[in-house]
Nanobody
């Protein structure tokens, strides 16, 4: 089971940190990926981190502003979001896959999803 938290309302240029907490059984040896879905749009890949943290991948639209990391001791993956833009407004989901490198970007590769956390960036 994956549980996201940390979403909220923030002004453009602000920051948020999202968390994705998993059970120990879920977390070991998996890639965790953040996706997002804006109203009226398809869900899209944001960032991924493989189980040993050795490989990280970002969508071009978030490179340099968002940072993904994981704390294996806490079974948690974080998404630090800086210099947020109104176009970052979306429901953010974390998902897991047993595939390692390269971390997949397609939704179909992910069997386990969280319920999502809303991020709203005002202009």
């Amino acid at each position: 089971q994956l549980v996201e938290s940390g979403g909220g309302l923030v002004q453009a240029g602000g920051s948020l940190r999202l968390s994705c907490a998993a059970s120990e059984r879920t977390f070991s040896r998996v890639t965790i990926t953040w996706f997002r879905q804006a109203p009226g749009k398809e869900r899209e890949f944001v960032a991924a981190i493989t189980w040993i943290g050795g490989s990280i991948d970002y969508a071009d639209s978030v490179k340099g502003r968002l940072t993904i990391s994981r704390d294996n001791a806490k079974n948690t993956v974080y998404l630090q979001m800086n210099r947020l833009k109104p176009e970052d407004t979306a429901l953010y989901y974390c998902a897991q896959t047993n595939k390692d490198y390269p971390p997949p970007r397609k939704e179909l590769e992910y069997a386990n999803w969280g319920q999502g956390t809303q991020v709203t960036v005002s202009s």
